[in-house]
């Protein structure tokens, strides 16, 4: 008799635990694929829309020494340095343009915008040329003046343009950023709730059954 009233304690034992192992069981699985996901879509943030950022900032400060080194030729006196100095153009114009073609690629959101800025700057590049020429022959005051009648305005507009979409492009990733976050806390609540739940009604079985 003692051993048959042990085997019907275990039996109820058995049956109001039922509800906290499925519950648990449940919620892992639940937790396990939502951290997976929640996992793959930070990488995709930090490996594509952040890396854009940067590649953007980048451009804009390239945008910005293609500028300096107008300027430095124009008061250069010596032949070499000139020569140097005018490659150091052509090389910044095509890092500027890798950058924003990079930028673009990793976030093709904003490509629209990004080419935009990357035609405008090829236009300020091209509109250049006649200032470098000038420069290069020593015609200092000539090449001055087209910088200020033109080439000057066209590269704030390029720098005012890279630093819109870097901005923008920083708010999209903190917006994302945001709704991860609050992506894990839900799960995380989901999670607990569950378990929560099936140690309630395990709790209210016993109550029953013993």
């Known amino acids: 008799m003692h051993l048959l009233a042990n085997l019907k304690l275990r039996r109820k034992l058995f049956v109001a635990l039922v509800p906290v192992a499925a519950m648990v069981i449940f919620a892992g699985i639940y937790a396990s694929v939502e951290s997976e996901e929640i996992d793959t879509w930070y990488s995709r943030l930090i490996d594509h829309e952040i890396k854009a950022v940067d590649k953007v900032n980048e451009a804009r400060s390239l ?3 293609f500028g300096l080194y107008l300027y430095r030729l124009i008061v250069e006196t010596n032949p070499e340095a000139r020569q140097a100095i005018n ?3 052509d090389n910044t114009h095509d890092e500027y343009k890798a950058r924003m073609a990079d930028a673009a690629r990793l976030s093709p959101i904003f490509e629209n915008q ?12 091209l509109h250049a040329i006649p200032v470098r020429e000038a420069a290069l022959k020593n015609m200092n005051e000539k090449a001055a003046e087209l910088i200020r009648t033109g ?9 005012q343009e890279a630093m819109a979409i870097s901005a923008d492009m920083q708010k999209a990733v903190d917006q994302r950023s ?3 976050t609050l992506k ?3 799960a995380v609540y989901i999670t607990w709730f569950v378990i929560g739940v099936g140690i309630l009604v395990t709790f209210v079985l016993a ?3 013993l």
């Open 114 to 125: 990004i080419g935009t800025a990357s035609a405008h700057f090829d236009k300020m590049a």
């Open 63 to 65: 945008n910005m020494r």
């Open 151 to 159: 080439v000057a305005a066209e590269l704030e507009q390029a720098r």
């Open 87 to 89: 490659q150091g153009l």
């Open 184 to 186: 894990t806390h839900r």
């Open 178 to 180: 945001a709704e991860l």
């Open 207 to 209: 109550s029953y059954q």
